[in-house]
């Protein structure tokens, strides 16, 4: 892809820049000594269990009655640790209603719980196209889908991801989505993001979620793959000029790709 070049700012933004990471070392120092100085909350406290994200939680959080049924099904699940933030997946229903999306992708659907958020605020003509290559984790979600109303929304694709986005690449659909939100297996996300990309429209977005990779991301180690593969993502779109970028301290971290 194309990158932006790493000198093309205004002398006036370089200095303030400079003297940003001055303050910003600065703060690094003062944090080891004082948590709470740095990102204004001390280290630990946006934990899963911690009380400022139960305030968060209670302070945010609509959650429809049977996504909410959803949620609790998948927290019984031996792999219920899979599934999206109900916060971040309440954040992309409110985007793509915000962009009034039509056509919205799904990479990694596991139980449908994000899927079904998004199908929720689609007009009744809108859909999702989701992919997993698991079957049996859809088979929770799917009877809550047709209770809320909403199953005809969702087109379930069982084959790998990077399959069905060049299917859709290869039947004329470049272009023509409004919304992508990426969250599968870590390795192939570049992959995911490139194919995304051509899919979306101009001024659509695309969510990838877990750009944090429970901090391994800081310093992957050399066997760990995924962290590297993350790392390298969030390097590349911070130079993508292709895309206007937000990476948002929730849940696991998504940035959040806007394209140009």
């Known amino acids: 892809g194309s990158k932006m070049p790493l000198f093309s700012v205004p002398k006036e933004v370089a200095v303030g820049t400079a003297m940003l990471g001055v303050a910003f070392a600065t703060g690094m120092l003062a944090g080891k000594r004082y948590p709470s100085l740095l990102f204004g909350t001390p280290s630990g406290m946006m934990g899963k269990d911690s009380p400022l ?38 954040l992309m229903a409110n985007l793509v209603k915000l962009i009034k999306a039509k056509k919205v992708i799904e990479v990694g659907v596991f139980t449908g719980y994000n899927a079904l958020n998004m199908a929720l605020v689609l007009p009744d003509n809108g859909r999702v196209i989701a992919c997993d290559i698991n079957q049996d984790y859809a088979k929770l979600g799917r009877p809550l889908w047709k209770e809320a109303g909403v199953e005809h929304k969702i087109d379930l694709r ?70 590297q593969s993350i790392h390298r993502l969030n390097e590349k779109l911070l130079r993508d000029a292709r895309v206007n970028i937000s990476m948002v301290p929730m849940g696991d971290g998504v940035t959040l790709a806007f394209k140009l």
């Open 53 to 90: 994200r139960q305030y968060i939680l209670n302070h945010s959080l609509r959650e429809h009655p049977i996504l909410k049924k959803l949620r609790l099904l998948t927290a019984d699940h031996p792999c219920g640790g899979m599934m999206v933030s109900c916060e971040n997946a309440q």
């Open 158 to 227: 069982i084959k790998p991801a990077i399959q069905t986005l060049d299917e859709l690449l290869a039947s004329g659909e470049t272009e023509t989505f409004d919304f992508a939100f990426i969250d599968a297996d870590k390795e192939n996300y570049n992959e995911y993001y490139e194919k995304c990309l051509r899919l979306i429209k101009k001024g659509g977005i695309i969510a990838i979620d877990n750009v944090f990779y429970k901090g391994r991301v800081l310093k992957p180690r050399k066997g760990d793959l995924a962290a």
